[in-house]
């Protein structure tokens, strides 16, 4: 009896020593059976619960629950650049400890890295990921590229972007679900646009839909639209797009650039603050030539909406055309209109020199404010010689306010045509309208027409 206690007292004494020794692994098992699996999005959206699963056991993983706007998912991977090891989407697998998966994705935009030198773009979609990007040379689209602009992260476009004839841009937010905060910062070069026409072209398709957009030509080019001697092109700003664009010296903010008109502009939404460089208008033409009044004329410009603020630089209209360029077509339908003229430039109409175009308003807030000899609608004037006939205008609905300066009409030609009768076409249809001049000793031309077109008394 004595001899079987002792055995058994010896065994407990072994089992204690060895519990004792591997009780680590003895709680792992009794107590930690399970891992748990972790889903990174990788700059998805969406949620994915953790995923519970037992130890060592075959086990599929959860199927995707996120997406990623223009992307499409490639699977998993332990490392979210993709340099870990990988799994298919709802696979099995075996796992002896807690790991994190991240979401792989492909396809979406190509991706803009800051850049020493010139960039070409080809077609398809592009946007950045760096929160401030810049590219050092100018940057040419070659096709048709959507631009997205992610929320808070800059571009900068150090010397411009070309976009010539045959080519397309167009800007957007990044999707539909951005707030629109991106940003893009465009700086021409001489003879080139901030964004449009590169030396002696013209602007292409360029389209804004989104994000805030700054653009300023360099010396003879528009900050939108032409470059040196090249006409605009086919411009559209819609949406929510934020735009200033500042003309280089000769080049429209929105349009023409030296000796260019100003293309096709037709803007249906956002912000708008266009201002002409010397000699052109805010938005239409650039410089025009004195013998020929197509050149720098505002091309056709259509509003349908937005808020607008244009500013012709020096004898340059406010919307239409550049110094010695004609009107244009210009319509209104919507939307809110501040135009002025400086120096002999109409609000709306003729740069200085030139005559006033076609104006048709249907709708919106118009307010076009000639300076010197110009009209507030009409035409430009010249101090030295002839000004610009009054424009064609038909208004049908809408606030319109034009006022003219010291020595012109709000309605009607610049300084220097007041001695023609068939310098103007108004129609009112179903409105009232007046329009004012600052110079008190100014009287009436005539009974019918003493609404808008007024002479000085000798």
Not at 80 to 100: H, R
Not at 289 to 310: L, P
Not at 376 to 384: A, R, S
């Amino acid at each position: 009896m004595r001899k079987a206690f002792t055995i058994i007292l010896a065994a407990l004494l072994l089992l204690s020593v060895f519990v004792s020794c591997n009780q680590d692994d003895l709680v792992d098992d009794l107590f930690n059976s399970s891992v748990h699996v972790t889903f990174d999005s990788n700059g998805g959206t969406g949620t994915m619960n953790p995923q519970v699963m037992n130890k060592n056991t075959e086990t599929a993983l959860s199927a995707n629950a996120f997406t990623r706007t223009k992307y499409a998912f490639n699977g998993w991977n332990t490392k979210a650049d993709g340099s870990g090891t990988a799994y298919a989407d709802g696979a099995s697998v075996s796992l002896d400890s807690d790991i994190t998966l991240y979401a792989q994705w492909k396809g979406g935009p190509s991706i803009i890295k800051n850049t020493e030198g010139t960039l070409t773009l080809s077609s398809g979609d592009w946007t950045i990921e760096d929160t401030t990007v810049t590219v050092t040379g100018r940057i040419t689209v070659s096709g048709t590229v959507n631009l997205l602009l992610p929320d808070g992260k800059t571009l900068n476009a150090s010397r411009g972007i070309t976009v010539s004839e045959g080519n397309t841009l167009v800007i957007d937010k990044f999707d539909s679900e951005s707030n629109g905060t991106g940003t893009l910062n465009a700086t021409g070069v001489n003879f080139s646009a901030g964004i449009g026409g590169g030396t002696n072209q013209a602007g292409g398709n360029i389209t804004i839909k989104g994000g805030t957009v700054t653009a300023t030509g360099g010396y003879s080019g528009a900050g939108i639209g032409g470059g040196n001697k090249g006409s605009g092109g086919i411009i559209t700003i819609s949406d929510t797009a934020d735009v200033t664009a500042t003309g280089g010296d000769n080049g429209a903010g929105i349009g023409g650039g030296y000796y260019g008109a100003g293309g096709t502009i037709t803007i249906s939404g956002g912000t708008v603050n266009a201002t002409g460089g010397d000699s052109a208008a805010g938005i239409g033409g650039g410089y025009g030539k004195y013998d020929d009044h197509s050149v720098g004329a505002g091309g056709t410009i259509s509003i349908s909406g937005g808020n607008i603020t244009a500013t012709g630089g020096n004898s340059g209209a406010g919307i239409g055309g550049g110094m010695n360029g004609n009107g244009g077509t210009l319509s209104v339908s919507d939307g809110t209109v501040v135009a002025n003229g400086v120096n002999n430039g109409a609000g709306i109409g003729g740069g200085a020199h030139a005559d006033g175009g076609k104006v048709t308003i249907e709708g919106g807030t118009v307010s076009a404010t000639g300076n010197a000899g110009g009209a507030g609608i009409g035409g430009g004037g010249n101090f030295n010689g002839d000004g610009g006939v009054g424009a064609d205008v038909t208004i049908k609905g809408g606030v319109v306010t034009a006022t003219g300066d010291v020595s012109a009409v709000g309605i009607g030609g610049g300084y220097g045509k007041y001695n023609r009768e068939d310098d103007n076409n108004l129609t009112l249809t179903g409105i009232t309208m007046e329009v004012s001049t600052d110079n008190t000793s100014w009287t009436d031309y005539s009974d019918t027409r003493k609404q808008y077109m007024r002479t000085k008394t000798n």
